[in-house]
């Protein structure tokens, strides 16, 4: 004798069943706030690149002699922070770059060390997020 299931309990029973992906329209509201920071991202590059190189100035500030030793010294930090902030810029586009290939191949929320899905908290937080807080955790 087999038993044969209803439509309500076939549809319990996926609803019991844990989510292993998120939907095509979750991932499409993903890729747009993605897209949203990647684009804030570059421009925020461009213009760390800007100071690095000088780019946006006209003036003879690396040509012209100066005896103004502190305000050289100043200079200089604050060049090399730009080029470090810069550097972190870059690796942040390549993340949510990255996050974007994921969308594609359906594979974006998922922690690549438990296979769970990552809240949608921490996705919207931390949009190029492959870790979930629990994987994190465990890592420190």
Do not use: C, H, M
């Given at each position: 004798m087999t038993t044969k299931k209803s439509k309500t309990d076939e549809k319990v029973t996926e609803e019991v069943r844990e989510?292993?992906?998120?939907?095509?329209?979750?991932?499409?509201?993903?890729?747009?706030?993605?897209?949203?920071?990647?684009?804030?991202?570059?421009?925020?590059?461009?213009?760390?690149?800007?100071i690095v190189t000088h780019s946006l100035s006209n003036?003879?500030?690396?040509?012209?002699?100066?005896?103004?030793?502190?305000?050289?010294?100043?200079?200089?930090?604050?060049?090399?922070?730009?080029?470090?902030l810069a550097l972190r810029q870059h690796k942040f586009i390549q993340s949510l770059e990255m996050a974007l290939i994921r969308i594609e191949n359906k594979t974006y929320g998922i922690c690549r060390e438990t296979g769970k899905l990552i809240p949608k908290e921490r996705l919207r937080l931390v949009p190029h997020a492959t870790l979930s807080v629990e994987a994190k955790n465990n890592r420190e």
């Open positions: 989510k292993v992906r998120y939907s095509d329209q979750e991932l499409q509201e993903f890729k747009t706030l993605i897209n949203e920071k990647l684009a804030q991202a570059r421009a925020d590059y461009e213009e760390l690149k800007a003036d003879t500030e690396d040509t012209s002699p100066t005896f103004k030793v502190l305000e050289e010294g100043a200079s200089a930090l604050s060049k090399e922070e730009a080029g470090q």
